[in-house]
Protein backbone atom coordinates (compact mmCIF):
# COMPACT_ATOMS: atom_id res chain seq x y z
CA UNK A 1 0.00 0.00 0.00
CA UNK A 2 2.86 2.50 0.87
CA UNK A 3 4.92 2.16 -2.11
CA UNK A 4 1.15 2.44 -4.21
CA UNK A 5 0.77 5.92 -2.62
CA UNK A 6 4.29 6.81 -3.27
CA UNK A 7 3.98 5.59 -6.58
CA UNK A 8 0.50 8.15 -6.97
CA UNK A 9 2.91 10.94 -5.30
CA UNK A 10 5.32 10.80 -8.07
CA UNK A 11 2.96 10.27 -11.11
CA UNK A 12 1.17 13.63 -9.51
CA UNK A 13 4.81 15.39 -9.52
CA UNK A 14 5.38 14.34 -12.82
CA UNK A 15 2.36 15.77 -13.62
CA UNK A 16 3.14 19.01 -12.29
CA UNK A 17 6.85 19.34 -14.26
CA UNK A 18 5.28 18.46 -17.64
CA UNK A 19 2.92 21.45 -16.51
CA UNK A 20 5.56 23.68 -15.42
CA UNK A 21 7.56 22.44 -18.63
CA UNK A 22 4.76 24.07 -20.63
CA UNK A 23 3.81 27.11 -18.92
CA UNK A 24 6.26 28.53 -17.06
CA UNK A 25 9.17 27.55 -19.38
CA UNK A 26 7.03 28.85 -22.24
CA UNK A 27 6.24 32.27 -19.82
CA UNK A 28 10.44 32.75 -18.66
CA UNK A 29 12.97 30.81 -20.90
CA UNK A 30 15.72 31.39 -18.11
CA UNK A 31 14.26 28.68 -15.63
CA UNK A 32 14.45 26.08 -18.52
CA UNK A 33 17.96 24.74 -17.26
CA UNK A 34 16.42 25.03 -13.18
CA UNK A 35 13.26 22.77 -14.36
CA UNK A 36 15.21 20.48 -16.38
CA UNK A 37 17.58 19.67 -13.49
CA UNK A 38 14.56 19.35 -10.83
CA UNK A 39 13.06 17.12 -13.20
CA UNK A 40 15.97 14.82 -13.27
CA UNK A 41 16.03 14.79 -9.84
CA UNK A 42 12.57 14.03 -9.46
CA UNK A 43 13.15 10.87 -12.00
CA UNK A 44 15.42 9.53 -9.52
CA UNK A 45 13.57 9.63 -7.19
CA UNK A 46 15.25 10.57 -3.86
CA UNK A 47 13.99 13.79 -3.45
CA UNK A 48 11.22 15.91 -2.46
CA UNK A 49 9.81 19.09 -4.79
CA UNK A 50 7.24 21.94 -3.21
CA UNK A 51 6.73 25.49 -4.12
CA UNK A 52 6.32 27.94 -1.43
CA UNK A 53 5.71 31.55 -2.48
CA UNK A 54 5.98 30.37 -6.15
CA UNK A 55 9.55 29.70 -5.24
CA UNK A 56 10.89 26.43 -6.53
CA UNK A 57 12.49 24.24 -3.95
CA UNK A 58 13.72 20.83 -4.05
CA UNK A 59 14.91 18.88 -0.97
CA UNK A 60 17.14 15.90 -1.26
CA UNK A 61 18.38 12.87 1.51
CA UNK A 62 20.88 13.92 3.90
CA UNK A 63 22.60 10.66 3.63
CA UNK A 64 23.72 12.09 0.27
CA UNK A 65 24.76 15.34 -1.22
CA UNK A 66 21.61 17.52 -0.02
CA UNK A 67 20.44 20.59 -2.60
CA UNK A 68 18.46 23.20 -1.82
CA UNK A 69 17.55 25.63 -4.77
CA UNK A 70 15.33 28.82 -3.65
CA UNK A 71 15.04 31.02 -0.53
CA UNK A 72 11.22 31.12 0.75
CA UNK A 73 11.93 33.83 2.67
CA UNK A 74 13.77 36.19 0.36
CA UNK A 75 11.98 34.74 -3.29
CA UNK A 76 14.13 37.75 -5.13
CA UNK A 77 17.75 35.50 -3.66
CA UNK A 78 18.33 31.99 -5.25
CA UNK A 79 20.10 29.65 -2.94
CA UNK A 80 21.67 26.84 -3.90
CA UNK A 81 22.96 24.57 -0.79
CA UNK A 82 25.37 21.24 0.07
CA UNK A 83 25.35 19.34 2.42
CA UNK A 84 28.94 17.60 2.40
CA UNK A 85 30.11 15.25 5.65
CA UNK A 86 27.71 16.59 7.99
CA UNK A 87 28.39 20.44 6.47
CA UNK A 88 25.85 23.18 4.56
CA UNK A 89 27.46 25.13 1.81
CA UNK A 90 25.66 27.62 0.10
CA UNK A 91 26.20 29.15 -3.11
CA UNK A 92 23.92 32.60 -3.35
CA UNK A 93 22.71 34.61 -6.47
CA UNK A 94 21.14 37.89 -4.91
CA UNK A 95 18.83 39.82 -7.17
CA UNK A 96 21.61 42.64 -8.91
CA UNK A 97 23.73 39.42 -10.28
CA UNK A 98 26.52 38.76 -6.82
CA UNK A 99 27.18 35.23 -6.41
CA UNK A 100 27.96 34.48 -2.51
CA UNK A 101 29.86 31.50 -1.81
CA UNK A 102 29.96 30.08 1.99
CA UNK A 103 33.68 28.12 1.80
CA UNK A 104 36.38 27.87 -0.92
CA UNK A 105 37.11 27.43 -4.66
CA UNK A 106 38.51 25.02 -6.89
CA UNK A 107 38.30 24.81 -10.59
CA UNK A 108 40.88 22.03 -11.39
CA UNK A 109 44.28 21.93 -10.33
CA UNK A 110 45.55 25.81 -10.75
CA UNK A 111 42.99 27.78 -9.50
CA UNK A 112 41.55 28.55 -5.96
CA UNK A 113 40.09 30.62 -3.46
CA UNK A 114 39.19 31.08 0.23
CA UNK A 115 38.99 32.95 3.20
CA UNK A 116 41.84 32.21 4.82
CA UNK A 117 44.43 32.55 2.33
CA UNK A 118 42.95 34.87 -0.41
CA UNK A 119 43.28 33.92 -4.14
CA UNK A 120 45.70 31.69 -6.43
CA UNK A 121 46.09 30.83 -10.25
CA UNK A 122 48.63 28.03 -11.78
CA UNK A 123 49.00 25.91 -8.99
CA UNK A 124 47.17 23.49 -6.64
CA UNK A 125 47.98 25.49 -3.59
CA UNK A 126 48.13 29.14 -2.52
CA UNK A 127 52.07 29.30 -1.62
CA UNK A 128 53.37 27.56 -4.80
CA UNK A 129 51.47 29.17 -6.96
CA UNK A 130 53.11 31.33 -9.14
CA UNK A 131 50.01 34.43 -9.19
CA UNK A 132 48.47 35.07 -5.56
CA UNK A 133 46.52 37.51 -3.55
CA UNK A 134 46.10 36.85 0.23
CA UNK A 135 43.93 38.78 2.39
CA UNK A 136 45.69 41.37 3.06
CA UNK A 137 45.75 42.71 -0.09
CA UNK A 138 49.40 41.90 -0.93
CA UNK A 139 49.82 40.42 -4.70
CA UNK A 140 52.69 37.94 -5.65
CA UNK A 141 53.53 37.31 -9.15
CA UNK A 142 56.49 35.69 -10.96
CA UNK A 143 56.32 37.79 -14.00
CA UNK A 144 53.54 40.55 -14.64
CA UNK A 145 52.43 42.77 -17.94
CA UNK A 146 50.82 45.91 -17.27
CA UNK A 147 49.63 48.29 -19.86
CA UNK A 148 47.99 51.13 -17.60
CA UNK A 149 49.23 53.08 -14.56
CA UNK A 150 50.58 51.77 -11.45
CA UNK A 151 50.97 54.08 -8.41
CA UNK A 152 52.76 53.06 -5.24
CA UNK A 153 53.81 55.14 -2.19
CA UNK A 154 55.31 51.60 -0.68
CA UNK A 155 57.11 48.66 -1.44
CA UNK A 156 59.83 47.13 -3.10
CA UNK A 157 60.54 46.76 -7.12
CA UNK A 158 64.02 45.53 -8.29
CA UNK A 159 65.62 45.85 -5.45
CA UNK A 160 64.63 49.57 -5.12
CA UNK A 161 62.17 50.76 -1.95
CA UNK A 162 59.12 52.96 -3.24
CA UNK A 163 58.26 55.77 -0.77
CA UNK A 164 55.91 58.92 -1.30
CA UNK A 165 59.07 61.06 -2.72
CA UNK A 166 60.72 58.10 -5.71
CA UNK A 167 62.86 55.42 -5.25
CA UNK A 168 66.07 54.93 -2.94
CA UNK A 169 68.26 52.08 -2.23
CA UNK A 170 67.88 49.40 0.88
CA UNK A 171 70.38 51.44 2.94
CA UNK A 172 68.84 54.95 1.31
CA UNK A 173 72.90 55.43 -0.15
CA UNK A 174 71.37 55.76 -3.51
CA UNK A 175 67.96 57.26 -4.99
CA UNK A 176 65.74 58.87 -7.39
CA UNK A 177 64.40 61.87 -6.49
CA UNK A 178 62.34 63.25 -9.34
CA UNK A 179 61.17 66.52 -7.26
CA UNK A 180 64.59 67.30 -5.74
CA UNK A 181 67.45 65.37 -6.80
CA UNK A 182 66.59 62.69 -9.48
CA UNK A 183 69.97 61.32 -9.57
CA UNK A 184 72.19 60.65 -6.39
CA UNK A 185 74.68 57.90 -5.04
CA UNK A 186 77.05 57.75 -2.40
CA UNK A 187 75.61 59.42 0.45
CA UNK A 188 71.81 58.76 2.61
CA UNK A 189 71.95 62.60 2.38
CA UNK A 190 71.09 63.64 -1.29
CA UNK A 191 72.74 67.09 -0.45
CA UNK A 192 75.86 65.53 0.57
CA UNK A 193 76.08 62.83 -1.82
CA UNK A 194 79.48 62.68 -4.11
CA UNK A 195 77.17 61.98 -7.26
CA UNK A 196 73.95 64.17 -8.00
CA UNK A 197 72.31 65.64 -10.09
CA UNK A 198 70.03 68.36 -8.89
CA UNK A 199 66.09 69.18 -10.60
CA UNK A 200 67.34 72.00 -12.34
CA UNK A 201 70.53 70.10 -14.02
CA UNK A 202 73.32 70.90 -11.83
CA UNK A 203 75.69 67.54 -11.96
CA UNK A 204 78.42 67.09 -8.94
CA UNK A 205 81.06 64.29 -9.14
CA UNK A 206 83.83 63.99 -6.89
CA UNK A 207 85.23 60.95 -9.47
CA UNK A 208 84.82 59.72 -13.04
CA UNK A 209 86.21 60.85 -16.30
CA UNK A 210 84.61 63.73 -18.67
CA UNK A 211 85.89 64.31 -22.25
CA UNK A 212 88.79 62.69 -21.25
CA UNK A 213 89.74 64.47 -18.01
CA UNK A 214 89.77 62.65 -14.52
CA UNK A 215 87.50 63.84 -12.08
CA UNK A 216 89.00 64.23 -8.44
CA UNK A 217 87.48 65.66 -5.19
CA UNK A 218 88.74 69.20 -5.99
CA UNK A 219 90.82 69.02 -9.50
CA UNK A 220 90.17 67.87 -13.21
CA UNK A 221 93.37 65.80 -14.37
CA UNK A 222 94.25 64.54 -18.14
CA UNK A 223 94.97 61.25 -15.90
CA UNK A 224 94.45 59.44 -12.63
CA UNK A 225 97.65 60.19 -10.56
CA UNK A 226 97.94 64.16 -10.36
CA UNK A 227 101.72 64.09 -10.24
CA UNK A 228 102.23 62.52 -13.63
CA UNK A 229 99.07 64.39 -14.89
CA UNK A 230 100.08 66.59 -18.58
CA UNK A 231 97.40 69.22 -17.63
CA UNK A 232 95.57 69.78 -14.06
CA UNK A 233 92.90 72.03 -13.34
CA UNK A 234 92.83 72.99 -9.94
CA UNK A 235 90.04 75.51 -9.14
CA UNK A 236 90.79 75.53 -5.44
CA UNK A 237 93.96 77.04 -6.11
CA UNK A 238 93.00 78.88 -9.31
CA UNK A 239 96.01 76.87 -10.92
CA UNK A 240 96.79 75.13 -14.06
CA UNK A 241 100.07 72.99 -13.97
CA UNK A 242 101.42 71.98 -17.58
CA UNK A 243 103.81 69.27 -17.29
CA UNK A 244 104.08 66.42 -14.92
CA UNK A 245 105.79 67.15 -11.46
CA UNK A 246 108.54 64.83 -12.23
CA UNK A 247 110.63 67.01 -14.27
CA UNK A 248 110.20 70.92 -15.29
CA UNK A 249 107.07 72.04 -15.78
CA UNK A 250 104.94 75.35 -16.20
CA UNK A 251 102.17 77.39 -13.85
CA UNK A 252 99.89 79.41 -14.80
CA UNK A 253 98.83 80.58 -11.06
CA UNK A 254 95.60 82.89 -11.04
CA UNK A 255 95.94 83.71 -7.71
CA UNK A 256 99.20 85.07 -7.77
CA UNK A 257 99.32 86.84 -11.03
CA UNK A 258 101.91 85.04 -12.80
CA UNK A 259 102.98 82.49 -14.89
CA UNK A 260 106.52 80.68 -14.50
CA UNK A 261 108.68 77.19 -14.80
CA UNK A 262 108.87 75.08 -11.82
CA UNK A 263 112.20 75.77 -11.13
CA UNK A 264 112.82 79.64 -11.46
CA UNK A 265 115.09 81.26 -9.47
CA UNK A 266 115.39 84.50 -9.62
CA UNK A 267 118.90 86.42 -9.73
CA UNK A 268 121.91 86.82 -11.86
CA UNK A 269 122.71 82.97 -10.99
CA UNK A 270 118.73 82.18 -11.02
CA UNK A 271 117.35 79.88 -13.71
CA UNK A 272 113.75 79.28 -15.17
CA UNK A 273 111.71 81.94 -16.34
CA UNK A 274 108.85 83.99 -14.46
CA UNK A 275 106.26 86.89 -15.88
CA UNK A 276 104.31 88.72 -13.18
CA UNK A 277 102.61 91.81 -12.82
CA UNK A 278 105.95 93.82 -12.71
CA UNK A 279 108.46 91.58 -14.05
CA UNK A 280 109.43 88.69 -16.64
CA UNK A 281 112.20 87.33 -16.06
CA UNK A 282 114.27 84.81 -18.73
CA UNK A 283 117.97 84.17 -19.45
CA UNK A 284 118.11 85.22 -23.11
CA UNK A 285 116.20 87.80 -25.25
CA UNK A 286 115.53 87.02 -28.89
CA UNK A 287 113.49 89.67 -30.33
CA UNK A 288 112.93 89.06 -34.21
CA UNK A 289 111.03 92.56 -34.18
CA UNK A 290 110.92 96.18 -32.23
CA UNK A 291 111.26 96.18 -28.61
CA UNK A 292 109.44 99.01 -27.54
CA UNK A 293 109.91 100.04 -24.01
CA UNK A 294 109.52 103.86 -22.26
CA UNK A 295 112.87 103.25 -20.34
CA UNK A 296 115.80 101.55 -21.92
CA UNK A 297 118.79 101.74 -20.25
CA UNK A 298 122.17 100.42 -22.07
CA UNK A 299 126.19 100.07 -21.37
CA UNK A 300 125.41 101.07 -17.57
CA UNK A 301 126.11 98.50 -14.82
CA UNK A 302 124.78 99.82 -11.28
CA UNK A 303 123.79 98.48 -8.43
CA UNK A 304 121.76 100.08 -5.35
CA UNK A 305 122.29 97.51 -1.89
CA UNK A 306 122.05 94.16 -2.76
CA UNK A 307 125.23 91.83 -4.59
CA UNK A 308 127.12 93.47 -7.90
CA UNK A 309 128.33 90.53 -9.54
CA UNK A 310 131.19 90.80 -12.25
CA UNK A 311 132.20 87.69 -14.17
CA UNK A 312 135.55 86.28 -15.33
CA UNK A 313 135.96 88.38 -18.80
CA UNK A 314 139.03 87.78 -21.44
CA UNK A 315 141.14 89.90 -23.70
CA UNK A 316 140.09 90.17 -27.35
CA UNK A 317 142.02 89.03 -30.18
CA UNK A 318 141.63 92.59 -31.70
CA UNK A 319 140.65 96.01 -31.00
CA UNK A 320 137.05 96.97 -31.79
CA UNK A 321 137.37 99.64 -34.71
CA UNK A 322 135.34 102.44 -35.18
Not at 219 to 238: H, K, M, R
Amino acid sequence: MARFFIGVFRHLLNIFMQVADVEIKDKDPELNDFIDNVQQILNNGKYQFNVVDSVPTYVGDQGESTIVAGNPASPSTQQIYTYVNGQWNYINFGSSGQVQLDGSIAMGNFFGANSTDGMWLGAPTWNTAPFRVDMNGNLYADSATITGQVTATSGDIGGWVINQFGLTGSAGEVGLLPGSYPFYAGNIDPTQAPFRVTFAGVLTASSGTIGGWVINTTSLASSVTLNTAGILLDPVDSLVRVGSTLSTYITIDGANHRIRTSDFQSGALGSGWNIDNNMATFNNIYARGAIITSSFIKQTISSVGGSFLICDSDVLANNIGS
